[in-house]
């Protein structure tokens, strides 16, 4: 497989050149030169495969053959000892992707680049540098990911006083070689601050330097792993019983009304609502759709930080300033990954598999009180965005058809400040429990190139 930037299909390059490189040297993203289809086996065993072998299924067409078949399948072995159960809450269906180290769906990503590069680095004398920009989650999982990966390190740039505690002691609570920098400012000012690195001449003749953002395409990929699983499960009739970090109250203590699970009937293809920020979540899903997952289309919800869904409306994009909100790792004004959707598909395209829907903060917070109360399950924010964004739309013209999932992209004892004043005490999964005992050392800086070159 090779990869063009999304700039420039003339310079085309090999996985691991992407994958290293991070950032295509015109500051586009480098994107697949064609989706590649699931065999017919494949296809038609999404349903009963185990996780390992649809993970291997769908990353190999990528990564072959620099990634050899037997170090892809140790590799996804490694990475995922979790899966990701999709589990009846109500009238539908939530996928938790919080069930691995950091609680966050940014582990299936961070987990499998962490160990891909260990093994295309391998020889190299020269040390590898990740720069990561974080507005909470994917900081947090890139660190647990890489941390003791020798000849790599990584720096982490967050929004000082906009990601939650734990969110900051997953960041820089490890030390080692993962070194976090508060920036005084916005996450689009991280990821500006990224960005400008990756073209700063000087930096890139000291330094070899990478990325571990969604715009890196080794990150995206593995993302699309759980929708298909997921997707194969629902079409084939099933759903998973509850694991030690479902975050729902025992034998539904606490809801105020009698429910029935939700039930699957096969045959159908399900949509999923992808609570959106930077959008590569979606466009990973966007992979496994046209990889001949059994997905009918997507829903991008977006707390008040509508670029996309406006672009969906309009079909003009305008890229803003974040604004700050209780969902915050969705405060993203210029997504990155929209580049790259925009140069695979068109605007008619996009609005076939994807609409979009945003939420405020008042019915975020009033959502994440009426799931528990009435299904005694705990959302954090951006679920919760997720799941409004669906009864909007059930509310409408065109409610959505056949089985529903929402994506929950965090555990919700992430987010403890926000959720328990609406829904009481949250059940803390080992993993968080873990990182609520580390102290944060970061240091802070200004959003200036300036100051993030010093660092480096």
């Given at each position: 497989m090779h990869y063009y930037s999304t700039r420039n299909r003339s310079n085309p390059v090999s996985f691991a050149t992407a994958a290293l490189t991070g950032l295509a040297p015109d500051?586009?993203?480098f994107i697949p030169e064609e989706i590649p289809s699931y065999p017919g086996r494949v296809k038609n065993s999404l349903g009963t495969m185990n996780f390992f072998d649809i993970a291997f299924e769908t990353i190999r067409p990528y990564v072959h053959p620099?990634?050899?078949?037997?170090?892809?399948?140790?590799?996804?072995h490694s990475a995922y000892p979790f899966a990701a159960p999709l589990v009846s809450v109500g009238d539908r269906l939530v996928l938790e992707l919080f069930h691995g180290p950091t609680a966050a769906f940014k582990d299936f990503g961070a987990r499998f680049m962490a160990r891909a590069f260990s093994y295309l680095r391998r020889g190299e004398d020269k040390p590898l540098r990740i720069l990561v920009a974080t507005s909470g989650d994917t900081g947090g999982a890139v660190a647990d990911g890489f941390y003791g990966v020798e000849g790599i390190s990584v720096t982490v740039l967050y929004p000082k006083g906009r990601v939650t505690p734990l969110q900051e002691k997953q960041i820089a609570g490890l030390g080692g070689n993962i070194d976090a920098l508060a920036v005084e400012g916005s996450f689009d000012d991280c990821q500006a601050l990224v960005k400008a690195a990756f073209g700063d001449e000087d930096l890139r003749k000291r330094l070899v330097l990478s990325s571990a953002n969604s715009i890196n395409v080794a990150r995206l990929i593995p993302q699309a792993i759980y929708y298909s699983a997921a997707a194969g499960k629902a079409f084939a009739g099933k759903i998973d019983s509850d694991s030690e970090a479902t975050p729902r109250a025992p034998d539904g203590q606490g809801a105020s009304k009698t429910f029935t699970a939700y039930g699957v009937k096969a045959g159908n293809p399900i949509t999923f609502c992808v609570p959106s920020g930077n959008f590569g979540n979606l466009t990973a899903g966007l992979y496994a759709l046209k990889m001949g997952a059994p997905i009918r289309g997507f829903i991008a919800a977006t707390?008040?930080?509508?670029?996309?869904?406006?672009?969906?409306?309009?079909?003009?994009y305008h890229a803003r300033l974040s604004q700050a909100t209780i969902s915050n790792a969705m405060d993203v004004g210029?997504?990155?990954?929209?580049?790259?959707?925009?140069a695979q598909w068109t605007l008619e395209q996009l609005r076939n598999m994807i609409r979009g829907v945003h939420v405020s903060d008042?019915?975020?917070?009033?959502?994440?009180?009426?799931?528990?109360?009435?299904?005694?399950?705990?959302?954090?924010p951006h679920g919760a965005v997720g799941?409004?964004?669906?009864?909007?739309?059930s509310a409408g013209n065109d409610p959505v058809k056949g089985p529903l999932a929402v994506l929950a992209t965090a555990h919700p004892a992430k987010f403890a400040e926000t959720v328990e004043p609406l829904a009481g005490p949250v059940p803390a999964p080992a993993a968080i429990k873990?990182?609520?005992?580390?102290?944060?050392?970061?240091?802070v800086i200004p959003a200036e190139l300036s100051a993030f070159r010093n660092s480096l």
């Open positions: 500051g586009g993203l620099e990634l050899p078949d037997s170090v892809l399948e140790d590799l996804v707390n008040i930080n509508k670029t996309v869904p406006d672009y969906l409306e309009s079909g003009e210029a997504p990155s990954n929209f580049e790259r959707m925009a008042e019915d975020t917070r009033k959502t994440i009180a009426a799931v528990h109360d009435t299904y005694a399950y705990f959302l954090d799941w409004r964004a669906t009864d909007i739309l873990n990182a609520l005992g580390r102290i944060a050392s970061a240091r």
